[in-house]
């Protein structure tokens, strides 16, 4: 019963501190890092719409490992299997859950009308922990990157050498 409780407090802890959490799926390759918030026991996830991350390999009643790194040095803190269910939009744990997610949600287009269109276009999930904590691994667990079709890598501008050489002269 100790150990059960100090898994509790671990998860809930690390989960609340971290900004980020890795998830893979039941049917997931790779896990993912994705945003959530702790909210009433559980991870709270909103995703799958236009413009919001994605949520491949978690489906309502299904499961999913869970992982909670460190928010200053950004190490694996504790790995935890978690049963994911969808809430329904518009239902009051969905509502609850919206509110928590609003807040921390960054750099939304839509501001104010965003749990309307989470509503509309997206899945609001909960990862509620099941089980003991999982150890540690022993090696390292780095895996090549999702495929996405977004890029950092463009051409430099023309003018920017000689913008540069400007900020030197002065």
Request: charged share 25%; with cysteine; proline share 9%.
């Amino acid at each position: 019963m100790t150990s059960e409780l100090l898994d509790r407090a671990l998860i809930e802890e690390a989960a609340k501190k971290s900004g980020l959490i890795w998830v893979r799926g039941a049917d997931s390759p790779a896990a993912r890092a994705l945003w959530h918030v702790w909210h009433e026991g559980a991870v709270c996830l909103v995703g799958d719409g236009p413009g919001e991350q994605p949520l491949e390999g978690l489906a309502d009643g299904g499961r999913a490992e869970v992982t909670a790194r460190s928010k200053d040095k950004g190490g694996r803190l504790v790995t935890f299997p978690a049963t994911v269910s969808e809430l329904p939009a518009g239902s009051a744990e969905w509502e609850a859950a919206v509110a928590e997610l609003k807040t921390k949600r960054l750099n939304a287009p839509d501001g104010e009308r965003m749990p309307a269109r989470w509503a509309r276009e997206c899945r609001v999930l909960r990862l509620v922990p099941a089980g003991a904590v999982l150890p540690l691994p022993d090696g390292s667990l780095a895996e090549a990157p999702v495929p996405t079709p977004a890029t950092t890598r463009t051409p430099i501008p023309a003018g920017l050498p000689r913008l540069l050489a400007k900020r030197r002269k002065k």
